[in-house]
T-cell receptor, first 110, second 112 residues
Framework: DAKTTQPPSMDCAEGRAANLPCNHS???????VYWYRQIHSQGPQYIIH???NNETNEMASLIITEDRKSSTLILPHATLRDTAVYYC???????????FGRGTSLIVHP | EAGVAQSPRYKIIEKRQSVAFWCNPI?????LYWYQQILGQGPKLLIQ????????DSQLPKDRFSAERLKGVDSTLKIQPAKLEDSAVYLC??????????FGPGTRLLVL
């Protein structure tokens, strides 16, 4: 189910914006882009999802390119507690997630 | 709203032994999932229940893994007999709608 490509790791300074990229060049017209994160020793946590318009909520912003082949998750002011593995997944809305892939390990440093 | 509860949190067994994990989903969530997460990898779905019926168990190793969801609420995942490669975190999740899956803390299994 390798529909997305993410860098294995990234780091970011505390207080700065963290921009996590995701490539999904084979995304279908009815598939959404979902982002989850998994903090150490916890289960994955839903962050945000979108179809083609940019989305924002209290946790993050999601920027999807016009051709929908890639997207960026933005944590505007990263904190140490944002250190986690971030998963980018493309799914039809309402469908379950069969596998999360390896994600991007984000380390936020002081 | 209470989250997804799982027990035990940790379990160490020897190969060929049996083990069972328990999950209590969020109240009112009809859909329940069991995932396996091997160290360094993302979670992989083992089985999905809708109420007490199985929706998808295509990735469940049925020769040794079994799961049930009696009365459509709690669920149990069993491994019998365990192998070394079953060492992983077993995550339970539930949802009212599949887009909003809520995960429990997981059970860490070590098979020696």
């Amino acid at each position: 189910d390798a529909k997305t490509t993410q860098p294995p790791s990234m780091d970011c300074a505390e207080g700065r914006a963290a921009n996590l990229p995701c490539n999904h060049s084979t995304i279908s017209g009815n598939e959404y882009v979902y982002w989850y994160r998994q903090i150490h020793s916890q289960g994955p946590q839903y962050i945000i999802h979108g179809l083609k318009n940019n989305e924002t909520n209290e946790m993050a912003s999601l920027i999807i390119t016009e051709d929908r082949k890639s997207s960026t998750l933005i944590l505007p002011h990263a904190t140490l507690r944002d250190t986690a593995v971030y998963y980018c997944i493309v799914r039809v809305e309402g469908s379950y997630i069969p596998t999360f892939g390896r994600g991007t390990s984000l380390i936020v440093h002081p | 709203e209470a989250g997804v509860a799982q027990s035990p949190r940790y379990k160490i067994i020897e190969k060929r032994q049996s083990v069972a994990f328990w999950c209590n989903p969020i109240s009112g969530h009809a859909t329940l999932y069991w995932y396996q997460q091997i160290l360094g990898q993302g979670p992989k779905l083992l089985i999905q229940f809708q109420n007490n019926g199985v929706v998808d168990d295509s990735q469940l190793p049925k020769d040794r893994f079994s799961a049930e969801r009696l009365k459509g609420v709690d669920s149990t995942l069993k491994i019998q007999p365990a192998k070394l490669e079953d060492s992983a975190v077993y995550l339970c999740a539930s949802s009212r709608w599949e887009v909003s899956q809520y995960f429990g803390p997981g059970t860490r299994l070590l098979v020696l």
